[in-house]
């Protein structure tokens, strides 16, 4: 059974996390802007992994015009002072999630829509604990990434894919 996780943030959350957000700025000697604040706000609330261009969608959505470039600095910032996190997933581009919740935890890619499900497995983690001790290797950071449909996609074109292989 897999444990889905949810990175949707708790309520009030957001508040904290733009709290440690204009701290880090200011612990930098960075100015805390609107545009930086509604950069981070956007992905604090989401509970998404997004792209910068879905932060930039976002932005519009609510009345925002901020700069492509303001958007990749102010994500990229995110991600060194560890209020976030970016992710490859073979797409072309990046993704960044908010760093809150477990500290540990894997992604389902869906290759039709590109959804991302997280979920976490104590027994994946004792196992590469066991792996790594077998073989005398202290493990930093490990990523673990499965590509496949989603249940919705599947049971639009996995039978059809199935009779192809």
């Known amino acids: 059974m897999v444990d889905v996780v949810t990175t949707r943030p708790p309520l009030g959350c957001t508040a904290v996390m733009l709290g440690l957000f204009r701290a880090a700025l200011q612990e930098h000697q960075l100015p805390v802007t609107q545009q930086r604040e509604a950069i981070a706000r956007i992905l604090f609330e989401s509970g998404e992994h997004l792209s910068a261009d879905e932060v930039s969608a976002r932005l519009a959505d609510v009345g925002h015009q901020v700069g492509k470039a303001t958007v990749y600095r102010t994500l990229s910032l995110l991600v060194r002072v560890g209020l ?82």
């Not at 072309?92 to 959804?115: N, Q, V, W, Y």
């Not at 590469?128 to 990434?145: D, N």
Request: glycine residues 8%.
């Open 84 to 165: 976030a996190t970016e992710h490859d997933f073979d797409e072309g581009f990046k993704r960044f999630e908010t760093r809150i919740g477990p500290a540990h935890h894997d992604h389902l890619i869906c290759t039709s829509r590109g959804s991302v499900a997280e979920f976490q497995r104590e027994d994946l983690d004792r196992l590469q604990a066991e792996i790594a001790s077998h073989a005398g290797f202290h493990v930093l950071t490990r990523q673990l990434k499965l590509y496949g449909l989603c249940a919705e996609c599947d049971a639009e074109t996995g039978d059809a894919l199935r009779k192809v292989v």
